[in-house]
């Protein structure tokens, strides 16, 4: 079994940034994928982006330049998250994958003046 918990979410105004975080603990292996799906009030799950090794990431073009993701180790990811836009309010959701797949509890970010 895998545990994620995210942390970071909060309340931005356009235009801010925010940074959230990622820690998986329990059977853990290496490598792995981790990364971020969204959902936003009344749609469906959506990927971010996910990083499975340096030099292998994948972002949603809706975020591309704006938001990076990054791994320090096989336990956590980030997600830097800048210039934010109303649109960018969802649940985000951290996400591990080694064999099956996991997932947080999720993040609320709201980006609203």
């Known amino acids: 079994q895998v545990q994620l918990v995210e942390s970071g979410g909060g309340l931005v105004q356009p235009g801010g940034s925010l940074r959230l975080s990622c820690v998986a603990s329990g059977s853990i292996f290496s490598p792995n994928v981790m990364g971020w799906y969204r959902q936003a009030p009344g749609k469906q799950r959506e990927l971010v982006a996910t990083?499975?090794?340096?030099?292998?990431t994948n972002y949603a073009d809706s975020v591309k330049g704006r938001f990076t993701i990054s791994r320090d180790n096989a336990k956590n990811v980030h997600l830097q998250m800048n210039s934010l836009k109303p649109e960018d309010t969802a649940v985000y959701y951290c996400?591990?994958?080694?064999?099956?797949?996991?997932w947080g509890k999720g993040t609320l970010v709201t980006v609203s003046s």
């Open positions: 990083f499975i090794h340096v030099g292998s």
């Open positions: 996400y591990y994958f080694y064999r099956m797949s996991y």
